[in-house]
């Protein structure tokens, strides 16, 4: 089993930043990628931004340019720095890790909220 626990969320003014992290422990050995979805309320979670092992990056449109993920390989860690914040942000944001064997594991959530 995978184990993720996330950090980082808070409240910040529009405009802000925030840089979640997220570390895996357990059976990391098949893990292949990481990344973040994030769920507003009364809807699905959606994918936010993902990092392979080697190091390919995707991200949703509505962040491009503004969020960048990046991995700590010796530290079994993933990070989200989160600019320029938006309102339209604000939701629980949840980290995952894929495994080969293990198939998708997620963190427990951590709320960000940007508002003035």
């Known amino acids: 089993q995978v184990q993720l626990v996330e950090s980082g969320g808070g409240l910040v003014q529009p405009g802000g930043f925030l840089r979640l992290s997220c570390a895996a422990s357990?059976?990391?050995?098949?893990?292949?990628?990481m990344g973040w979805y994030r769920q507003f309320p009364g809807k699905q979670r959606e994918f936010v931004a993902g990092?392979?092992?080697?190091?390919?990056?995707n991200y949703t449109d509505s962040v491009k340019g503004r969020f960048t993920v990046s991995r700590d390989n010796a530290k079994n860690t993933v990070y989200l720095q989160m600019n320029s914040l938006k309102p339209e942000d604000t939701a629980v944001y949840y980290c995952?890790?894929?495994?080969?064997?293990?198939?998708?594991?997620w963190g427990q959530g951590t709320q960000v909220t940007a508002s003035s």
């Open positions: 990092i392979t092992n080697g190091g390919t990056t």
């Open positions: 357990g059976s990391i050995s098949n893990i292949y990628a």
């Open positions: 995952y890790a894929d495994s080969w064997k293990l198939g998708r594991g």
